[in-house]
């Protein structure tokens, strides 16, 4: 816009017109703001009170809001460092080396250092031995030589052995 507008070219109707709007914009409580803004954007040097209030608050706000938010990345950051040297503490206290729980934390994707810990423990203990009362010892039969060599000719003497003993004991 140029620095200094002129009306010269516009007739006393336009400039009636120009002005109703411009009033209009300005006193319109819908609008106004808006209006202002645009004006300012395009004339920095305008003062309107109630907008150039409006952006020192704005910017205010803006500026507590990165201020809140970098506290609770400071606060978040500090108790994540503290509950890792806590952790690294319960480490050396149950024996194991920082670096030995951090590798098995990356490489069995374990995000909690105390189960990667229970974790080691449980890996290297060895499996408790089976109690020999619950092993079983499979025992062959007195004739298991005669019944791999012929088991037909097996099978029908002891068929006969038994068809005997009952025919024996009708008798009796």
């Known amino acids: 816009m140029p620095a200094n507008p ?8 336009q400039r009636e017109q ?13 609008v106004s703001r808006e209006t202002k803004r645009l004006l300012k954007k395009i004339d920095p040097n305008l003062q309107f009170p109630d907008v150039d209030m409006d952006e020192r608050f704005e910017a205010f ?19 994540s460092n503290a509950e890792w040297e806590s952790a690294c503490k319960r480490m050396e206290s149950r024996g194991f080396k920082v670096d030995d729980v951090k590798k098995v934390m990356t490489d069995r994707g374990i995000l909690n250092p105390d189960t990667a810990m229970d974790f080691m423990a449980n890996e290297a203990k060895l499996a408790e031995p089976t109690p020999d009362s619950l092993s079983y010892t499979l025992e062959l039969p007195e004739h298991a030589k005669e019944i791999a060599k012929d088991p037909n000719n097996w099978a029908k003497r002891e068929a006969h052995k038994v068809v005997s003993e009952i025919m024996r004991s009708r008798a009796a």
């Open 6 to 13: 002129s009306l010269e070219g516009y007739t006393e109707a």
């Open 18 to 30: 120009l002005a109703r709007t411009a009033h209009q914009l300005l006193s319109s409580p819908e």
């Open 61 to 79: 706000k803006q500026e507590q809001a990165n201020k809140e938010r970098e506290r609770e990345e400071r606060e978040r950051v500090s108790r």
